[in-house]
């Protein structure tokens, strides 16, 4: 037979053998074509794999499995070999990394023992990968160190850039973002030579995260639509699928949640058409993570329990106990105590088994301001008291004022007057080291009812100012942790105080204005409120909009940026230090403040749909020209459970 026929007969049986899910179907089609039992189909065999898993996991996985038999059928080293391998790149791609690696590491020793060194390095910085995302780093840096030493005696430069992609991931997860995109640099310029177009669009994504972690907003979206489009026309789909995932990342990053949320369930149904298990989980992760910041719980509460499933499945520890913490979150936010401290108490052993250092805390933080909520105030302030020695000798500033202003919550419950309002200054003297006024509204706004309770009207009432200002200094901005734990669960409760403040008084015309100019703040923040519970941004296209206005747009999305980046520098498995955190905080803060500036700049006539705020000026006089002479408007408030009214004439 001749040559080209008999490799279209040899492929043709490969592509039916592919199709075969089941061991005794493929001992039988072998039994029946004995043709196939031989080295250079397993080598064949194995080269598809390495293909397929960026098309079709599925059938990766029954070549490996085929590539395997027909290996252990020959009963040779050299068969054996690149078949173990086969299994273990369908393993990882399936995102089984514990057997991935297990299998990595016999053809490593089957390659070595051939003196096979090319093989057996580039099995090596394969098994890199696998080893990273169930943590073993220091055992993938030998791995990666094995097999430089043996590519450079080899003088194999190309396999040389390719580790540099691993290296380079394993300083990524280490959030050692500089000394990582320096990997990916070197590896990209040593594979532009070589037209390698897998290494090159896997290292354009890599450097994208870099870029996230460097907050280059811009290069990092123009590198992800770069690798997408590269992927896209390579005939990539897998890596299309997780560029689409990244995009939507970035995005939820910048605070434009819709789009997040529209483009995260785009990429799960991508992820999960070609089998990529890691991805799809993420998805899962994320949209867990807005809906929780939206106060959608009951949908975050349903991603997150996927999420949690799949990632356990891959053996990840460190993603499924995040998972199970938003669960957790999310039941605590429905008032479903017993169900959120059962996952809580799970989710702070796995983080114990994941040797993380902030989640245990986060936790018991967490769990201590459920059992305030249930009146159990001993067992929260234990748990309390805990967490807020760790951060107060922790970069976690904003979590260390959460734990002192619960704790003062708890003082007051109980009747120890004297420890609320020492805990409460200690809150707010922390306070003012920080741009954070999701954090001074609650402090103030516990100030208020500390006074209210001992009956000073006078600090009561500037108390309540304080808290209602930095409330409305929040311009619609969520932040994060803070929003999900908050012990505040009615946001509108200062403009209620206040109401309740002025119509107990004195009685006279100036308290009765300041009441119905309190309820209608009131008003416009709730319509605020639910307008970005909704997760749309704010309606600032480009049309007919002054160069203020975009970029007070710009600033919006950069500071969401910023604040989503110390949440995630906060909370990554290992120690982060005190300058990385320190930088961001100061860019935030840098752009708050520009922020501010840009605002008062702002035309009055541009103003309140460029920050969806209620005007500031409001006027009982104003409202009142407008009223025709014989007519009543009667407007309807609730203040800590009574129903009032305002009536007011012309």
Request: proline share 2%; aromatic share 8%.
């Amino acid at each position: 037979m001749p040559a080209t026929l008999k490799k279209n007969s040899t492929d043709s049986l490969i592509a039916k053998l592919g199709q075969l899910s089941s061991e005794p179907a493929r001992r039988q089609f072998l039994a029946q074509h004995k043709t196939l039992l031989r080295q250079d189909v397993v080598e064949r065999l194995a080269q598809l794999v390495w293909e397929k898993v960026r098309i079709s996991r599925q059938e990766a996985f029954h070549l490996a499995e085929a590539a395997v038999l027909i290996a252990k059928r020959l009963r040779r080293k050299e068969a054996l070999a690149p078949g173990l391998r086969a299994m273990a790149n369908a393993l990882y791609s399936s995102g089984d990394n514990r057997a991935a690696i297990d299998r990595h590491q016999q053809a490593v020793r089957l390659y070595e023992s051939l003196g096979n060194w090319n093989e057996a390095a580039r099995t090596l910085s394969g098994s890199i990968q696998p080893m990273i995302l169930v943590g073993e780093y220091d055992q993938a840096f030998q791995a990666a160190e094995r097999a430089k030493e043996i590519f450079t005696g080899l003088n194999d430069s190309r396999r040389l850039a390719r580790l540099e992609i691993n290296v380079g991931n394993i300083y990524h997860r280490q959030d050692r973002f500089e000394e990582s995109i320096a990997h990916y640099e070197r590896a990209y310029a040593g594979l532009l030579p070589y037209k390698d177009t897998e290494g090159i669009a896997v290292v354009l994504s890599n450097m994208a995260v870099c870029l996230i972690s460097l907050n280059d907003f811009p290069r990092a979206l123009a590198a992800y639509r770069g690798a997408r489009s590269f992927c896209e026309q390579n005939n990539m789909p897998l890596l299309v699928a997780q560029a689409d995932y990244n995009i939507a990342y970035l995005y939820y990053l910048r605070g434009e949640y819709s789009r997040a949320i529209e483009a995260l369930y785009a990429a799960r149904r991508a992820c999960e058409a070609t089998g990529d298990a890691y991805h799809f989980a993420l998805c899962h992760l994320d949209l867990s993570d807005i809906y929780l910041e939206l106060n959608l719980s009951e949908e975050a509460r349903e991603m997150a329990y996927e999420g949690f499933l799949r990632f356990e499945k891959l053996g990840m520890g460190y993603e499924a106990a995040k998972t199970l913490a938003n669960e957790a979150t999310a039941f605590g936010q429905q008032g479903k105590t017993v169900q959120a401290l059962e996952r809580f108490s799970k989710a702070r052993e796995m983080f114990g088994r994941e040797k993380n250092l902030v989640w245990p805390w986060l936790i018991d933080l967490y769990q201590a301001l459920l059992l305030f909520h249930e009146g159990r105030y001993f067992e929260a302030r234990r748990l309390c008291l805990g967490a807020s020695a760790f951060f107060d000798q922790s970069a976690l500033s904003g979590k260390a004022v959460l734990a002192h202003l619960l704790l003062a919550r708890i003082a007051l419950q109980v009747g120890d007057s004297a420890e609320a309002e020492k805990e409460t200054a200690e809150s707010l003297a922390r306070l003012e080291c920080l741009q954070t006024p999701v954090l001074a509204y609650q402090a103030h706004l516990l100030e208020g009812q500390i006074a209210q309770a001992r009956n000073d009207r006078q600090t009561a009432h500037q108390a309540y100012l304080e808290a209602r200002k930095a409330l409305e200094t929040l311009r619609s901005r969520l932040q994060g942790e803070e929003l999900k734990i908050s012990f505040v669960k009615n946001r509108m409760e200062v403009y209620e105080a206040l109401v309740d403040l002025c119509i107990s008084g004195d009685g006279t015309d100036t308290s009765a204005e300041e009441a119905f100019g309190c309820m209608e703040a009131a008003k416009s923040r709730s319509m605020i409120e639910m307008i970005f519970q909704s997760g749309q941004s704010l309606p600032l296209g480009d049309t007919g909009q002054s160069d203020l206005v975009r970029r007070i747009r710009d600033l919006r999305e950069e500071l969401n940026w910023y604040y989503h980046r110390i949440e995630l520098e906060q909370l990554q498995p290992e120690e982060k230090s005190h300058e990385r955190l320190e930088g961001l905080q100061e860019k935030a803060q840098s752009h708050e403040k520009e922020l501010l500036r840009t605002l008062r700049e702002l035309p009055a006539h541009e103003r309140e749909n460029a920050t969806l705020e209620a005007p500031a000026d409001f006027s009982l006089a104003k409202l009142q020209v407008h009223l025709p002479q014989d007519a009543t408007l009667v407007e309807y408030f609730v203040a800590d459970d009574p129903l009032g009214a305002d009536i007011i004439t012309r």
